[in-house]
């Protein structure tokens, strides 16, 4: 399967890819994480995204489609993949659908993950990620044993930088001006399906899991 999360900052996408990728064996490919881990090993990508993603604007849309180039045509996702933060815009949807249609392939599914604005702050300034694995907590709703290290490894988890109520209403803004429209090119399509993302994790996977069957 090839599918598509969109959804704004905090709505649940990175909570159940790793649900979906296990199910299906596809591989996960977030432009977010992806870009983080460049400006963490301070690559010329990285150098170059680090001040717009602090400011929570959207980075340029060649930055991302020539790595999500790159990644599709690795023989790991020839299966299929889950896209997780991308596309962020119609112009990067266009130009994946190109890229699709040279491999004579297609998008099987959007998961849209509807979520009211007002159920985000929290979620985000809850929020704390263990890096390596892209396992991610939080304070009040998923709790680690240990407070400030991860489960698995015992390993310190973080808090993103652009992880403030500040940041988030750029996010926001962002996702409703150049993201939802994203969400109609593809309704025309007629292959989004709606997710009810404000439910706890547990019912959003049933729902996900309906969505795919
Ligand atoms: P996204 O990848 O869409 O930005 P995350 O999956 O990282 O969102 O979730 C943001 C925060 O909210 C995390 O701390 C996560 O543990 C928590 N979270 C995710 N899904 C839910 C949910 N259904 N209900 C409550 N909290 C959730
Ligand atoms: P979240 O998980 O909170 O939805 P992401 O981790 O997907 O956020 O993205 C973090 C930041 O990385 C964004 O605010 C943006 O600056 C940049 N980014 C990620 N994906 C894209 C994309 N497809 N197009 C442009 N910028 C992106
Ligand atoms: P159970 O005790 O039934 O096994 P869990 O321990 O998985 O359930 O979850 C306990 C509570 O925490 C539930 O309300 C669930 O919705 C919430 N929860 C579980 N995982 C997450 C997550 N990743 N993000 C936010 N909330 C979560």
């Given at each position: 399967k090839r599918l598509i999360l969109i959804g704004p900052p905090g709505s649940g996408k990175g909570t159940q890819s790793p649900l979906i990728k296990d199910e299906y064996c596809l591989c996960h490919l977030a432009t977010g994480d992806m870009l983080?881990?460049?400006?963490?090993?301070?690559?010329?990508l990285g150098i170059k995204a680090k001040e717009t993603m602090e400011k929570g604007e959207l980075v340029s849309?060649?930055?991302?489609?020539?790595?999500?180039?790159?990644?599709?045509k690795k023989p790991s996702c020839q299966k299929g993949f889950i896209l997780d933060g991308f596309?962020?815009?119609?112009?990067?949807?266009?130009k994946l659908d190109e890229m699709l249609g040279k491999q004579g392939t297609k998008i099987d599914?959007?998961?849209?993950?509807?979520?009211?604005?007002?159920?985000?702050?929290?979620?985000?300034?809850?929020?704390w990620i263990h890096p390596p694995s892209g396992r991610t907590y939080h304070t009040k709703f998923a709790p680690p044993k240990t407070p400030g290290l991860d489960d698995v490894t015992g390993e310190p988890l973080?808090?993103?930088?652009?992880?403030?109520?500040e940041v988030l209403k750029s996010r926001l803004e962002a996702f409703h001006r150049q993201t939802a429209?994203?969400?109609?090119?593809?309704?025309?399509k007629g292959n989004v399906a709606q997710l009810h993302a404000e439910k706890p994790p547990k019912e959003?996977?049933?729902?996900?899991?309906?969505?795919?069957?």
């Open positions: 983080r881990a460049a400006v963490a090993a301070k690559t010329p849309d060649d930055l991302v489609v020539g790595i999500i180039d790159e990644a599709i596309p962020r815009t119609v112009a990067q949807a266009e599914k959007v998961l849209n993950f509807a979520i009211d604005d007002a159920i985000l702050e929290e979620r985000i300034t809850g929020r973080i808090q993103r930088k652009d992880d403030t109520a429209p994203v969400i109609d090119y593809y309704s025309k959003v996977t049933a729902e996900v899991q309906k969505a795919l069957a």
